[in-house]
């Protein structure tokens, strides 16, 4: 039986149509859990630690939305969100900022005119809160 419109997708034409996540963080439990969140929601995801060729990924990989986080004394998140806000290629891509720190939170989004960022969320996340941040700035998978 053939779907509306006559046209059957198969699971790889199926996987390559859903919205991609790229999630940055140093703590890879978190990463992980991220991961399996959004992959059971039907995103495609890349995780990564920061590397310093991080934005090379971003850029390679153009994803739909970009999850950031914010250490206190790592420079490496903030860096990061320069550069994507610098470069013409990635200026457009929405970004939730998360933290544990929630004075981090609040100089990012003080900081507007430098990040665009969309978001900002403090963790421990509420996974519901997450899930609601991403269906309103990309929807779907």
Not at 52 to 62: H, Y
Not at 94 to 101: A, C, E, L
């Amino acid at each position: 039986m053939q779907p509306e419109g006559g046209v059957m997708r198969t699971a790889e034409q199926q996987q390559m149509a859903r919205k991609h996540i790229f999630a940055v963080n140093s703590a890879p439990e978190f990463l992980d859990l991220v991961r399996e969140l959004l992959q059971d929601e039907h995103f495609n995801v890349t995780t990564t630690n920061y590397v310093p060729r991080t934005f090379e990924q971003i850029a390679g990989l153009k994803p739909d939305l970009l999850l950031i986080d914010l250490v206190v004394g790592i420079e490496a998140g903030w860096d990061l969100l320069a550069r994507l806000e610098a470069e013409a290629l990635t200026q457009g891509t929405p970004v939730i900022v998360t933290s544990t720190d929630p004075a981090l939170l609040e100089r990012a989004e003080a900081q507007r005119k430098h990040f665009r960022s969309s978001r900002y969320l403090v963790k421990p996340l509420d996974l519901d809160v997450l899930l609601a941040a991403v269906g309103e700035l990309i929807g779907e998978a």
